[in-house]
């Protein structure tokens, strides 16, 4: 399941070449699980057989655990 989640959104949710960034900020858990459930997008569905809703609360921690990243205005090679 990590390697999934990894392939589609990134080793720390910031988006893959499949996925959309959902990491620093996810959406609220009842909807992060709604839409992992059944999701509007290209996404598949996953139920509850394949993650379960404690491992989609995890995750959603995980996620929600992440600090935000730097302001680019603070990395130095995006400002010469």
Do not use: W
């Not at 990590?2 to 499949?18: D, I, K, P, T, Y």
């Not at 290209?42 to 509850?48: C, E, V, Y």
């Not at 057989?49 to 600090?67: F, N, W």
């Amino acid at each position: 399941r990590r390697v999934l989640f990894r392939s589609c959104h990134g080793h720390e949710g910031q988006g893959g070449n499949a996925g959309p960034r959902i990491g620093v900020k996810p959406p609220p858990l009842a909807g992060f699980m709604a839409y992992v459930r059944r999701p509007a997008q290209q996404m598949p569905p996953f139920s509850p057989k394949v993650v379960s809703d404690a491992e989609l609360t995890d995750i959603h921690a995980y996620l929600s655990s992440r600090p935000a990243p730097k302001p680019l205005k603070d990395i130095p090679l995006l400002n010469q």
